[in-house]
T-cell receptor, first 113, second 117 residues
Framework: NAGVTQTPKFQVLKTGQSMTLQCAQD?????MSWYRQDPGMGLRLIHY???????DQGEVPNGYNVSRSTTEDFPLRLLSAAPSQTSVYFC????????????FGQGTRLTVV | AQKVTQAQTEISVVEKEDVTLDCVYE???????LFWYKQPPSGELVFLIR??????QNEISGRYSWNFQKSTSSFNFTITASQVVDSAVYFC??????????????FGTGTKLQVIP
């Protein structure tokens, strides 16, 4: 049982480049979300999805795009990378929408130079 | 406004000592859930416990125990007889229900625990 799989684990981008962080889960969870983790700021919600075809913005959505075409996959797109997007990104999934624990991927360490 | 405060940024203890990690939360909701997650040096986030707002019973799981007190809006985590493997960053989180299925989850800034052998 793979759980939540994130790729890549590390990435370096130049300012202005675009890229997609991949996230897949095999637990048939309806709820998926993306967080970024920055020193001293905990985890902040970027975007979330409550099911295939349904997405919405979280706390810090600017500069990011998401889509949810299947239950399993929830990719995060950086449209035009900026140094302020240097962070560790986590994808998470959960069975329920708010009352259940989240399962996290291994994280992606992104550096924008 | 929903808020989670983990005032202890870093804590160092000697192995076998007991240590308590503090978590104070703010919410206007009467129905909510509290969580603790562990992030070891390898980086992944691991779920430890969930507690709903109607259940104030303390919980013990091996060397771990949690003290939930609604009167002080606190959900503290104690590790008894700490071990080096407990070295990690620990996050407290608060989840509130919202109409339309939006899971409003707020994480604290984390407490880094170092257990010295």
């Amino acid at each position: 049982n793979a759980g939540v799989t994130q790729t890549p684990k590390f990435q370096v981008l130049k300012t202005g480049q675009s890229m997609t962080l991949q996230c897949a889960q095999d637990m048939n969870h309806e709820y998926m979300s993306w967080y970024r983790q920055d020193p001293g700021m905990g985890l902040r919600l970027i975007h979330y999805s409550v099911g295939a075809g349904i997405t919405d913005q979280g706390e810090v959505p600017n500069g990011y795009n998401v889509s949810r075409s299947t239950t399993e996959d929830f990719p995060l797109r950086l449209l035009s990378a900026a140094p302020s997007q240097t962070s560790v990104y986590f994808c998470a999934s959960s069975y329920g929408q708010w009352a259940t624990e989240a399962f996290f991927g291994q994280g992606t360490r992104l550096t924008v130079v | 406004a929903q808020k989670v405060t983990q005032a202890q940024t870093e804590i160092s203890v000697v192995e076998k000592e007991d240590v308590t990690l503090d978590c104070v939360y703010e919410t206007r909701d009467t129905t909510y859930y509290l969580f603790w997650y562990k992030q070891p040096p390898s980086g992944e986030l691991v779920f430890l416990i969930r507690r709903n707002s109607f259940d104030e019973q303390n919980e013990i799981s091996g060397r771990y125990s949690w003290n939930f007190q609604k009167s002080t809006s606190s959900f503290n985590f104690t590790i008894t007889a700490s071990q080096v493997v407990d070295s990690a960053v620990y996050f407290c989180a608060l989840s509130e229900a919202r109409l339309g299925g939006y899971q409003k989850v707020t994480f604290g800034t984390g407490t880094k625990l170092q257990v010295i052998p």
